[in-house]
């Protein structure tokens, strides 16, 4: 079974910098998809940044991109530029692929890291 | 961006009573859709997985008898806490993925459920 872990429950970042939020995962398969999703405290899931296993390129959003290891299994999310509106509970997320084996599946969360900025 | 509504956002209940939670696809036919339950300060467990004329699919751990799943349409999904204790207290969130390569996860805005 797959699993994504999360190592840091808390990050704390000043306005204008750059936090790296991280994570690794576990997986059988050689296709899947990886996302950073942002849970304020309203509690509505937002994505963030999407990246596609099979897609060397790191995938980049705006000020949000990832770094992407696929041999590693590790997908960081970088956040350039942090603002006050980023501040949230923010969850990696890990989905086996439509084409992997017939139908969709449920994402497998990690614990999430709670991302705080300093005004 | 497609959008999946969810109703009620917050239930009060009282013990050994049901409630129902709706989560429906507003601009797109959803023939699977997943519910989630949130503990507090922790992380989304994928509960089950919701079929769109078909039987649910159950996550190991969570009771088929206690949490009710019905698909009938491709737009919505119920789910239905039967039944219900204080630990049954949480908050619960559906999700619908869009097809083809692209696909997209797109969550509802959650249920708090207590039950006193």
């Known amino acids: 079974a797959q699993t994504v872990t999360q190592s840091q429950p808390e990050m704390s970042v000043q306005e204008a910098e750059t936090v790296t939020l991280s994570c690794t995962y576990d997986?059988?398969?050689?296709?899947?998809?990886l996302f950073w999703y942002k849970q304020p405290p309203s509690r509505q899931m937002i994505l963030v940044i999407r990246q596609e296993a099979y897609k060397q390129q790191n995938a980049t959003e705006n000020r949000f991109s990832v770094n992407f290891q696929k041999a590693a299994k590790s997908f960081s999310l970088k956040i350039s530029d942090s603002q006050l509106g980023d501040a949230a509970m923010y969850f990696c997320a890990y989905r086996r692929t439509m084409y992997s084996g017939g139908g969709a599946d449920g994402l497998t969360f990690g614990k999430g890291t709670h991302l705080i900025i300093q005004p | 961006g497609a959008v999946v509504s969810q109703h009620p956002s917050w239930v009060i209940c009282k013990s050994g009573t049901s409630v129902k939670i709706e989560c429906r696809s507003l601009?797109?036919?959803?023939?699977?859709m997943f519910w989630y339950r949130q503990f507090p300060k922790q992380s989304l467990m994928l509960m089950a997985t919701s079929n769109e004329g078909s039987k649910a699919t159950y996550e190991q751990g969570v009771e088929k008898d206690k949490f009710l799943i019905n698909h009938a349409s491709l737009t919505l999904s119920t789910l239905t806490v039967t039944s219900a204790h204080p630990e049954d207290s949480s908050f619960y969130i559906c999700s619908a993925h869009t097809t083809g390569r692209n696909t997209e996860a797109f969550f509802g805005q959650g249920t708090r459920l207590t039950v006193v």
């Open positions: 997986t059988s398969e050689s296709d899947y998809y």
């Open positions: 601009d797109f036919q959803a023939t699977t």
